[in-house]
């Protein structure tokens, strides 16, 4: 009898034990991102001898606390807010190359100028002081567009190497995911090392899902498998690496990147469309918002302002034709032109009136000085709603920047409401996975008293057969 309860009372001390190790841990690790509370499951231990009464208490598993489908939804909430979150960040960055709608120096500001002077010249075209302002607002006008164009390009070489450096922080994590996949595999569920597995797979998914959308599937033995875009970069102790690519329109010029999936030797396995995240955002903007060339119909600003420049030039260039200057006596006209190029790139005063206030072709008729018929058809142009798409010049490039404005807008309630949404769902995890203080220290005082009392068992039992054995029995 004696030897059997010293048994009960071993197998107590150390369930209770484990419990309190258990209990410990979870009170350690509060604060530590990731952590998923676990909590010691018993079983009595079934007695072997027919009639024996009682044969203690055994740890069957370490249970862990952890939902996976709000994991699930909370990776995908994750990519949407990531990608919304960075769009904000974008559209905020374009927003101040625009400097509008409030600036003195945006592109408006610099057109309605120009268009306050023509309308002096038509009142006074041999006023040279009027002529030589006209200049200098028009070469404003070009200063601007060429700086937009350049921040444009700063841009997107920005963007492009802060994909490269992005992709280039992913790759390791689907190589350690790889790596916890092999460990998992030989680990026996509810083990203390498994569930420390599963916290460390869960963090680093939810560090990938901010950059990509991922799809997770786990088979019997906790091993994942992850899928970008249906292609699966995680299988097994096997990870692909993500390779961005280059792709020139041998057409148009036009250059885009992709990110693709590539083996150990980045040759690309398959190319990767995504929609969500912080790449996807990446993706968008440069081959798309601040892409001069992007031919889809998804809306452009660099393209946009592109056809602004071209019209701009076209129409400016085509008014004054047909004007002759102050010194112009005879016929025909010399076709002059205020400005050249074609795009915010190329677009500058021409050469004809650089310098030369007195040949800028306000005139309809040669020797006539102070004829303003070309300065009124210059003027008219400011609300001209046939410049483009039924829009005159201010117009036109108003709802243009407007656009990015609005863009913007969206982006911000759109982040909002994920983010609460995202809160929520931590909140329901927190609350099923995280660690309660006051729940832990009232575990803790209770594997202390079960402790205490198998101790006190054992003292028994070790009476007991003290005085068995002093009776020889």
Known sequence: ??????????????????????????????????????RVRFSPVVPEARHAVGSGVQVRHI??????????????????????????????????ILGEPNSETGIHALLRRFFDVVQELVLHPEDLSLRELLLQRAEEIATAFRRLGADFQALRTEISQRLAQRVEQLNPLFRRLAELNTQRAVMLDGSEQAIAIEDEQTRLLEEIARAVPITVAADGRGVLTVSIAGHAVVTGADALQLQLRSRTDSTTGEQVIEVWLSDAARRPVAHLPLSEGELASM????????????????????????????????????????????????????????????????????????????????????????????????????????FIDGMSPQGFYTATVSRIGNFLATAHLHQEWLQASLQQLEAQRQELSGVNLDEEAANLIRYQK??????????????????????GV
């Open 1 to 38: 009898m004696g030897f059997r309860v010293l048994h009960i009372a071993r197998s107590g001390l150390l369930a209770q034990q484990r419990g309190i190790e258990v209990t410990s841990g979870n009170i350690a690790n509060v604060n530590t991102p990731g952590y998923t509370r676990r």
């Open 63 to 96: 249970e862990e606390f952890r939902s996976r489908y709000l994991d699930s939804q909370i990776r995908s909430f994750l990519s949407r807010q990531a990608r919304s979150h960075a769009d904000e960040f974008w559209l905020q960055r374009l927003s101040a």
């Open 283 to 386: 993706l968008w903007h440069y081959n798309v918002t601040v892409d001069p060339q992007e031919q889809s119909e998804h809306f452009s600003l660099a393209r946009e302002i592109n056809r602004f420049v071209e019209q701009w030039v076209r129409r400016i260039n085509a008014i004054l034709a047909t004007g002759y200057g102050m010194d112009d006596t005879t016929a025909p006209t010399l076709g002059r032109r205020l400005f050249e190029g074609d795009d915010m790139d190329t677009i500058r005063l021409s050469g004809d009136v650089v310098g030369r206030p007195r040949a800028l072709p306000l005139s309809d008729t040669p020797g006539e000085p102070g004829n303003a018929a070309v300065a009124r058809k210059l003027l008219a142009l400011a609300e001209d709603s046939t």
């Open 450 to 471: 079960a402790y205490e009392a198998s101790a006190r068992v054992a003292t028994v039992a070790a009476t007991l057969l003290d005085a068995l054995i002093r009776m």
